[in-house]
Protein backbone atom coordinates (compact mmCIF):
# COMPACT_ATOMS: atom_id res chain seq x y z
CA UNK A 1 0.00 0.00 0.00
CA UNK A 2 1.77 3.29 -0.91
CA UNK A 3 0.40 6.28 1.29
CA UNK A 4 0.66 9.51 0.30
CA UNK A 5 3.31 11.18 2.75
CA UNK A 6 1.37 13.59 4.77
CA UNK A 7 -0.85 10.59 5.57
CA UNK A 8 1.60 8.50 6.36
CA UNK A 9 3.25 11.02 8.91
CA UNK A 10 0.18 11.25 10.46
CA UNK A 11 0.00 7.81 10.88
CA UNK A 12 3.86 7.35 12.05
CA UNK A 13 2.95 10.17 15.05
CA UNK A 14 -0.42 8.94 15.64
CA UNK A 15 0.08 4.70 15.93
CA UNK A 16 4.16 4.80 16.06
CA UNK A 17 4.17 6.02 20.08
CA UNK A 18 2.04 2.85 20.64
CA UNK A 19 3.69 0.47 18.43
CA UNK A 20 7.14 1.76 20.55
CA UNK A 21 5.53 0.83 23.80
CA UNK A 22 4.19 -2.55 22.60
CA UNK A 23 7.80 -3.32 21.05
CA UNK A 24 9.84 -2.34 24.55
CA UNK A 25 7.38 -4.10 26.59
CA UNK A 26 8.29 -7.51 24.75
CA UNK A 27 11.66 -6.85 24.64
CA UNK A 28 11.87 -5.88 28.20
CA UNK A 29 9.98 -9.51 28.92
CA UNK A 30 12.87 -10.80 26.46
CA UNK A 31 11.26 -12.25 23.78
CA UNK A 32 13.04 -10.15 21.20
CA UNK A 33 11.45 -12.48 18.81
CA UNK A 34 8.11 -11.19 19.47
CA UNK A 35 8.87 -8.13 18.95
CA UNK A 36 10.27 -8.28 15.63
CA UNK A 37 7.18 -10.12 14.40
CA UNK A 38 5.23 -6.69 15.45
CA UNK A 39 7.93 -4.55 13.81
CA UNK A 40 7.12 -6.53 10.72
CA UNK A 41 3.71 -6.75 10.94
CA UNK A 42 3.11 -2.96 11.83
CA UNK A 43 5.30 -2.26 8.90
CA UNK A 44 3.68 -4.40 6.80
CA UNK A 45 -0.18 -3.32 7.53
CA UNK A 46 1.22 0.77 7.79
CA UNK A 47 4.08 1.94 6.40
CA UNK A 48 5.34 -0.61 3.20
CA UNK A 49 5.58 1.23 0.04
CA UNK A 50 7.82 0.20 -2.75
CA UNK A 51 10.11 2.80 -2.02
CA UNK A 52 10.98 1.32 1.68
CA UNK A 53 11.45 -1.92 0.00
CA UNK A 54 14.10 -0.09 -2.66
CA UNK A 55 15.99 1.71 0.13
CA UNK A 56 16.45 -1.74 2.02
CA UNK A 57 17.48 -3.72 -1.50
CA UNK A 58 19.93 -1.22 -2.18
CA UNK A 59 20.96 -1.36 2.06
CA UNK A 60 21.46 -5.41 1.84
CA UNK A 61 23.31 -5.15 -1.51
CA UNK A 62 25.62 -2.56 -0.39
CA UNK A 63 26.43 -5.09 2.81
CA UNK A 64 27.04 -8.03 0.30
CA UNK A 65 29.12 -5.58 -1.50
CA UNK A 66 31.47 -4.62 1.88
CA UNK A 67 31.80 -8.56 2.31
CA UNK A 68 32.80 -9.13 -1.52
CA UNK A 69 35.24 -6.13 -1.66
CA UNK A 70 37.16 -7.01 1.93
CA UNK A 71 37.40 -10.34 0.46
CA UNK A 72 38.69 -9.21 -2.81
CA UNK A 73 41.23 -7.10 -0.78
CA UNK A 74 42.20 -10.53 1.53
CA UNK A 75 42.45 -12.29 -1.96
CA UNK A 76 45.44 -10.12 -2.98
CA UNK A 77 47.18 -9.25 -0.09
CA UNK A 78 47.17 -12.91 0.24
CA UNK A 79 48.73 -13.41 -3.62
CA UNK A 80 51.19 -10.73 -2.08
CA UNK A 81 52.14 -12.42 0.75
CA UNK A 82 52.53 -15.83 -1.51
CA UNK A 83 54.35 -14.19 -3.87
CA UNK A 84 57.02 -12.85 -1.39
CA UNK A 85 57.31 -16.11 0.43
CA UNK A 86 58.18 -17.79 -3.15
CA UNK A 87 60.91 -15.16 -3.67
CA UNK A 88 62.04 -15.08 -0.53
CA UNK A 89 62.61 -18.79 -0.39
CA UNK A 90 64.18 -18.36 -3.91
CA UNK A 91 61.38 -20.99 -5.12
CA UNK A 92 60.50 -19.83 -8.17
CA UNK A 93 62.06 -20.58 -11.65
CA UNK A 94 61.18 -17.17 -13.65
CA UNK A 95 61.91 -14.35 -10.87
CA UNK A 96 60.31 -11.53 -13.63
CA UNK A 97 57.17 -13.04 -14.15
CA UNK A 98 56.81 -13.74 -10.14
CA UNK A 99 58.30 -9.94 -9.64
CA UNK A 100 55.10 -9.11 -12.54
CA UNK A 101 52.53 -11.09 -10.21
CA UNK A 102 53.53 -9.08 -7.35
CA UNK A 103 53.04 -5.87 -8.58
CA UNK A 104 49.96 -6.33 -9.80
CA UNK A 105 48.64 -7.99 -6.49
CA UNK A 106 49.89 -4.72 -4.33
CA UNK A 107 48.20 -2.79 -6.74
CA UNK A 108 44.87 -4.64 -6.72
CA UNK A 109 44.94 -4.51 -2.65
CA UNK A 110 45.43 -1.16 -2.55
CA UNK A 111 43.17 -0.37 -5.27
CA UNK A 112 40.41 -2.62 -3.57
CA UNK A 113 41.24 -1.31 0.04
CA UNK A 114 40.59 2.36 -0.97
CA UNK A 115 36.94 1.00 -2.98
CA UNK A 116 35.99 -0.13 0.49
CA UNK A 117 36.83 3.22 2.20
CA UNK A 118 34.16 4.77 -0.04
CA UNK A 119 31.66 1.50 0.23
CA UNK A 120 31.84 2.17 3.40
CA UNK A 121 30.54 5.82 3.41
CA UNK A 122 28.59 4.94 1.54
CA UNK A 123 26.63 2.36 3.16
CA UNK A 124 26.53 4.64 6.18
CA UNK A 125 24.67 7.04 4.04
CA UNK A 126 22.47 4.30 3.20
CA UNK A 127 21.49 2.96 6.85
CA UNK A 128 21.53 6.62 7.70
CA UNK A 129 18.36 7.36 4.67
CA UNK A 130 15.80 4.23 5.92
CA UNK A 131 12.90 6.51 7.52
CA UNK A 132 11.55 6.58 11.33
CA UNK A 133 9.14 3.55 11.81
CA UNK A 134 9.16 -0.08 12.68
CA UNK A 135 11.60 -1.20 9.81
CA UNK A 136 13.97 1.39 10.98
CA UNK A 137 13.87 0.08 14.41
CA UNK A 138 13.84 -4.00 13.02
CA UNK A 139 17.07 -2.66 10.64
CA UNK A 140 18.60 -1.12 14.00
CA UNK A 141 17.80 -4.44 16.41
CA UNK A 142 18.87 -7.38 14.71
CA UNK A 143 22.59 -5.37 13.54
CA UNK A 144 22.33 -5.57 17.86
CA UNK A 145 22.40 -9.03 17.63
CA UNK A 146 25.89 -11.01 18.16
CA UNK A 147 26.56 -12.53 14.79
CA UNK A 148 23.04 -11.97 13.48
CA UNK A 149 24.65 -13.41 9.76
CA UNK A 150 25.05 -16.72 11.77
CA UNK A 151 21.91 -16.69 13.45
CA UNK A 152 19.69 -17.35 9.97
CA UNK A 153 19.97 -20.95 9.32
CA UNK A 154 18.67 -20.33 5.48
CA UNK A 155 22.07 -17.61 5.09
CA UNK A 156 24.19 -20.13 5.87
CA UNK A 157 22.12 -22.83 4.24
CA UNK A 158 22.84 -20.55 1.06
CA UNK A 159 26.52 -20.18 1.65
CA UNK A 160 26.59 -23.85 1.74
CA UNK A 161 24.71 -24.14 -1.55
CA UNK A 162 26.91 -22.23 -3.27
CA UNK A 163 30.46 -23.52 -2.11
CA UNK A 164 30.94 -21.28 0.85
CA UNK A 165 32.70 -22.27 3.76
CA UNK A 166 29.12 -22.99 6.03
CA UNK A 167 29.60 -25.94 3.60
CA UNK A 168 32.86 -27.08 5.41
CA UNK A 169 34.17 -27.16 9.30
CA UNK A 170 36.61 -23.90 8.84
CA UNK A 171 34.30 -21.58 10.55
CA UNK A 172 35.47 -18.58 8.21
CA UNK A 173 32.20 -17.17 7.77
CA UNK A 174 31.97 -16.44 11.78
CA UNK A 175 35.54 -14.56 12.06
CA UNK A 176 35.63 -10.66 9.98
CA UNK A 177 36.54 -10.86 6.63
CA UNK A 178 38.65 -7.59 6.81
CA UNK A 179 41.94 -7.12 9.39
CA UNK A 180 40.94 -3.37 10.03
CA UNK A 181 39.75 -4.05 13.64
CA UNK A 182 38.73 -0.59 13.68
CA UNK A 183 36.05 -1.89 11.41
CA UNK A 184 35.42 -5.41 11.09
CA UNK A 185 33.53 -6.61 8.17
CA UNK A 186 31.12 -10.17 8.65
CA UNK A 187 29.56 -11.83 6.08
CA UNK A 188 29.73 -15.44 3.94
CA UNK A 189 31.40 -16.33 1.16
CA UNK A 190 31.85 -14.92 -2.24
CA UNK A 191 34.27 -16.06 -4.94
CA UNK A 192 37.31 -14.48 -4.00
CA UNK A 193 37.46 -16.04 -0.46
CA UNK A 194 40.56 -17.42 0.21
CA UNK A 195 39.58 -20.65 1.75
CA UNK A 196 36.86 -21.40 -1.48
CA UNK A 197 39.85 -20.75 -3.62
CA UNK A 198 41.60 -22.76 -2.11
CA UNK A 199 39.31 -25.66 -1.43
CA UNK A 200 37.93 -25.09 -5.43
CA UNK A 201 41.59 -25.34 -6.40
CA UNK A 202 41.66 -22.23 -8.92
CA UNK A 203 40.77 -18.90 -8.96
CA UNK A 204 37.66 -16.79 -9.82
CA UNK A 205 38.07 -12.93 -10.20
CA UNK A 206 34.84 -11.09 -10.49
CA UNK A 207 35.00 -7.79 -11.75
CA UNK A 208 32.33 -7.25 -9.30
CA UNK A 209 29.46 -8.31 -6.72
CA UNK A 210 27.19 -8.52 -9.42
CA UNK A 211 29.37 -10.37 -11.85
CA UNK A 212 30.23 -12.92 -8.88
CA UNK A 213 29.25 -16.76 -9.66
CA UNK A 214 28.13 -17.05 -5.98
CA UNK A 215 26.10 -13.82 -5.66
CA UNK A 216 22.51 -13.78 -6.33
CA UNK A 217 21.34 -11.29 -7.79
CA UNK A 218 18.24 -8.88 -5.67
CA UNK A 219 15.97 -6.75 -6.93
CA UNK A 220 13.38 -4.77 -4.82
CA UNK A 221 13.05 -1.58 -6.86
CA UNK A 222 10.00 -2.32 -9.18
CA UNK A 223 7.38 -5.22 -7.63
CA UNK A 224 5.39 -4.16 -4.94
CA UNK A 225 4.90 -8.05 -3.92
CA UNK A 226 9.17 -9.02 -3.84
CA UNK A 227 9.72 -12.42 -4.73
CA UNK A 228 10.40 -15.40 -2.69
CA UNK A 229 14.75 -14.71 -2.33
CA UNK A 230 14.17 -11.71 -1.56
CA UNK A 231 11.46 -12.23 1.26
CA UNK A 232 13.81 -14.66 2.83
CA UNK A 233 17.17 -12.35 2.58
CA UNK A 234 15.01 -9.58 4.48
CA UNK A 235 13.99 -12.15 6.80
CA UNK A 236 17.62 -12.91 7.08
CA UNK A 237 19.17 -9.33 7.44
CA UNK A 238 16.18 -7.25 8.83
CA UNK A 239 14.02 -9.15 10.44
CA UNK A 240 15.59 -12.28 11.70
CA UNK A 241 12.72 -14.28 12.33
CA UNK A 242 14.07 -17.52 9.92
ZN1 LIG B 1 36.71 -21.44 5.12
ZN1 LIG C 1 34.76 -19.29 1.91
ZN1 LIG D 1 29.03 -18.95 5.14
New binding site residues.
Given amino acids: MCLPSLFKHILLAVFDPIFMREEHEMERRGNWRQAQFLRRKHHLDLFSSIQSWKRIGNLILAQQRLVFLAQKEEFFRECEGRCLMHLTLDLAPDKDCLMEKLRTAQRLSSETHQKLWYEERRYQKLRASIPEGPLRRALYAREMQPDWHLSSKWLQGHCAAMGG?CR?S?G?CAKPRNSDIHSKIYGHCFSYCI??TDTRGFDVRPKNLENDPMHVSLDMSKAQIIGEYEERLLNSYIWGLL
Fill in positions: CRCCCC
